[in-house]
């Protein structure tokens, strides 16, 4: 059974840099495409970024090209989301998503429920 933990939220001002971490059990990390989503409250999960299950191929939103950067380490079970230069926008559930490959690109669509995920609030 797929499962993942996210962490590294919390309260920040805007401008400054959050690192989110994805531990995951349950299946082989490199076999498969990660993602982070986001929720801010009152909306729908929105993508923001993937990255494929051999690192070859990322994906962001236009909103967060330039600020954010995904990662993973598959020997330590890990994804990451490193965060810069934040803005009150960026506010929101942050989630980890196990996801398909499709013809050597991550496929927006998880593979499971979502997690607890963790909270990234921007605010001076």
């Known amino acids: 059974q797929m499962h993942v933990v996210e962490s590294g939220g919390g309260l920040v001002q805007p401008g400054d840099s959050l690192r989110l971490s994805c531990v995951t059990s349950?299946?082989?990390?490199?076999?498969?495409?990660m993602g982070w989503f986001r929720q801010a409250p009152g909306e729908e999960h929105e993508e923001v970024s993937c990255?494929?299950?051999?690192?070859?191929?990322?994906h962001y939103v236009d909103s967060v090209k330039g600020r954010f950067t995904i990662s993973r380490d598959n020997a330590k079970n890990t994804v990451y989301l490193q965060m810069n230069s934040l803005k009150p926008e960026d506010s929101a559930i942050y989630y980890c998503?196990?996801?398909?490959?499709?013809?050597?690109?991550?496929?927006?669509?998880?593979?499971?429920?979502w997690g607890q995920g963790t909270q990234v609030t921007v605010s001076s």
């Open positions: 990255i494929s299950h051999n690192e070859k191929r990322t």
């Open positions: 998503a196990v996801l398909p490959t499709v013809q050597g690109m991550c496929y927006m669509e998880p593979l499971h429920s």
């Open positions: 349950g299946f082989i990390l490199s076999d498969y495409s």
